[in-house]
């Protein structure tokens, strides 16, 4: 579909998003995440397209806000945790069977009061170890008070559910949780890592952020590689994980089959 169709495209509905969800048009993009310095694939992301017939492929970015604000999200959540993890029982059996999968968790879905219990169910119907389930959380979507003083996040850890901060280094008060939470992993967020040689500055940062996540203990992933001058930056500066364009786009599930089956060979 072309911008300009879109452009013109009507607003997206509630009404729309409910037929939507009801004809199963919300489809999960996978997008590999790898060790900078072996190169082996460790997880995917589950990142959520619309496939409207009208609208074409919509991102995510677009249709969430109107998820969230209308309450249907909550709705959505439990279709999330089932379709993707029954996608990953997939991968294992295809024979990939270390590959963790990280959803992506609003903090409005973390409020919803049975939220643990969805992926507690999700977990057991596709049989599939909690320690291969991370979530990840935006810090600056407003991890509030509210949430930290809730139970929700020992009740991940008692589960065994890992914890990663997405978009690192874009929120404000992130030192508080950094210390409270058990987090597994830090995601520096793309706009560092793009503008590595733009801007000195953004190296100084990145460099910190890397030193900082190691000092705590997590192990630091950098987000939207898309060059290998920057792979090689990042990888030079002990950044231990990567994800990008340059390694793999988000693909469908079959292609992500392909794609690791491929790679696999070739190693
Ligand atoms: P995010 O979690 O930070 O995901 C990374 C975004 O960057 C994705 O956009 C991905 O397609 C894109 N990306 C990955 N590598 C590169 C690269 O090398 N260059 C560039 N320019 N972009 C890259 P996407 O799929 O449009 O998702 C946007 C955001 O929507 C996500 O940001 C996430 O916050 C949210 N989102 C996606 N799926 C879900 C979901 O299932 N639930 C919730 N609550 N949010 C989701
Ligand atoms: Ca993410
Ligand atoms: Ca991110």
Not at 27 to 53: C, D, H
Not at 91 to 100: C, E, L, V, Y
Not at 155 to 175: C, E, P
Request: aromatic fraction near 10%.
């Amino acid at each position: 579909m072309s911008i300009f169709s879109r452009l013109f495209s009507s607003k997206i509905t509630v009404d729309a998003l409910k037929k939507a969800l009801k004809n199963k048009e919300f489809v999960f993009y996978y997008q590999p995440e790898f060790n900078l310095k072996t190169g082996e694939i460790l997880g995917v992301e589950a990142l959520m397209r619309w496939e409207s017939n009208k609208r074409g492929i919509v991102p995510p970015n677009e249709f969430i806000p109107v998820l969230e604000q209308s309450g249907l999200i909550n709705d959505f959540t439990e279709f999330l945790l089932k379709q993707t993890l029954s996608d990953l029982r997939k991968i294992h059996d295809a024979g990939f069977k270390n590959t963790k999968l990280a959803v992506n968790l609003s903090v409005v879905q973390l409020k919803e009061t049975n939220i643990v219990d969805k992926i507690q169910d999700a977990l057991q119907s596709a049989y599939i170890n909690s320690t291969f389930l991370e979530c990840e959380i935006t810090e600056s979507k407003g991890i509030d008070r509210e949430l930290l003083d809730s139970d929700v996040f020992k009740r991940l850890q008692d589960l065994n559910v890992s914890i990663s901060i997405d978009d690192f280094g874009t929120g404000y008060s992130s030192f508080d949780y950094l210390r409270t939470l058990n987090i597994k992993k830090l995601k520096i967020d793309q706009d560092f890592v793009q503008g590595i040689f733009e801007n000195p500055k953004n190296q100084t940062l990145l460099s910190s952020m890397i030193q900082l996540g190691h000092d705590l203990g997590f192990p630091v992933l950098a987000e939207g590689i898309e060059t290998t001058e920057q792979k090689n930056w990042l990888e030079e500066h002990g950044c231990d994980m990567g994800q990008g364009y340059w390694f793999s786009r988000p693909l469908p599930l079959d292609q992500l089959l392909d794609f690791m089956q491929k790679k696999s060979k070739k190693d």
